[in-house]
């Protein structure tokens, strides 16, 4: 990692307020944000579309043909592939499904990790996701783990879909969210799991302002210098 990039890594399951937090925190420091939730939706996505099933020379074929970059900082970072922006379709919960699966698959982990490697080389960023902290930027200074309880997850999920003008009902955003928790901190390769000198945040007591109080308090010396 070049040593005049700032890396700052944010992980924990769906629901936490990470990508809130994650563009917030890039937005004060005037660096970029990371979405690498959006890359593993991309990747399902297109795996979904392709169907390359368990055929590894399939599926690195369609690997092959998938090149990601980071564009803009703050509010206005977005991830783009083959010169493309992701489309809303990536943003559903059977999206977030298709992600976790191929999550599982060591082939896409090692090229998504790769990917987000290569662009933590070549800018500072805020980098939010699931094994930012423990796997991907293993030597970021800063690493927070952000948490709550399934239920207010899925309250949280529920309204971010409205936003978005999705509807979904309570009982059905909880499953999916524990089924993808089980998924995710099973799975062998790099399950989801705090990295070991990660700043754990309980966020389900607290709003928004509140976390980004407490994670500001643990940058001091970042914004002293921004």
Request: cysteine-free; charged content about 25%; aromatic content about 8%.
């Given at each position: 990692?070049?040593?005049?990039?700032?890396?700052?890594?944010?992980?924990?399951?769906?629901?936490?307020?990470?990508?809130?937090?994650?563009?917030?925190?890039?937005?004060?420091?005037?660096?970029?944000?990371?979405?690498?939730?959006?890359?593993?939706?991309?990747?399902?996505?297109?795996?979904?579309?392709?169907?390359p099933g368990h055929d590894e020379e399939k599926i690195r074929k369609l690997?092959?043909?998938?090149?990601?970059?980071?564009?803009?900082?703050?509010?206005?970072?977005?991830?783009?592939?083959?010169?493309?922006?992701?489309?809303?379709?990536?943003?559903?919960?059977?999206?977030?499904?298709?992600?976790?699966?191929?999550?599982?698959?060591?082939?896409?982990?090692?090229?998504?990790?790769?990917?987000?490697?290569?662009?933590?080389?070549?800018?500072?960023?805020?980098?939010?996701?699931?094994?930012?902290?423990?796997?991907?930027?293993?030597?970021?200074?800063?690493?927070?783990?952000?948490?709550?309880?399934?239920?207010?997850?899925?309250?949280?999920?529920?309204?971010?879909?409205?936003?978005?003008?999705?509807?979904?009902?309570?009982?059905?955003?909880?499953?999916?969210?524990?089924?993808?928790?089980?998924?995710?901190?099973?799975?062998?390769?790099?399950?989801?799991?705090?990295?070991?000198?990660?700043?754990?945040?309980?966020?389900?007591?607290?709003?928004?302002?509140?976390?980004?109080?407490?994670?500001?308090?643990?940058?001091?010396?970042?914004?002293?210098?921004?």
């Amino acid at each position: 990692m070049n040593s005049q990039h700032l890396i700052i890594t944010i992980d924990g399951p769906a629901g936490v307020g990470k990508t809130t937090l994650a563009r917030r925190l890039a937005q004060s420091l005037g660096i970029a944000y990371l979405d690498t939730g959006a890359m593993f939706r991309v990747v399902g996505w297109m795996f979904k579309q392709k169907d390359p099933g368990h055929d590894e020379e399939k599926i690195r074929k369609l690997l092959e043909g998938i090149r990601f970059s980071l564009e803009g900082t703050g509010w206005e970072s977005f991830i783009t592939f083959n010169n493309k922006r992701p489309g809303p379709e990536i943003r559903s919960e059977q999206a977030g499904m298709w992600a976790s699966n191929i999550g599982r698959i060591e082939t896409v982990r090692s090229f998504l990790k790769n990917a987000q490697q290569k662009i933590g080389a070549s800018a500072s960023l805020v980098a939010e996701g699931r094994d930012m902290g423990s796997v991907v930027f293993p030597e970021a200074p800063y690493k927070f783990y952000l948490d709550a309880s399934p239920g207010v997850r899925a309250r949280r999920r529920q309204s971010q879909l409205a936003n978005m003008g999705q509807q979904a009902d309570y009982k059905t955003t909880l499953d999916q969210i524990l089924k993808r928790d089980a998924q995710d901190k099973n799975r062998a390769i790099a399950p989801l799991k705090p990295a070991l000198d990660a700043i754990v945040i309980d966020t389900g007591p607290l709003n928004p302002e509140q976390v980004f109080i407490k994670m500001k308090e643990r940058l001091g010396p970042v914004f002293a210098n921004h």
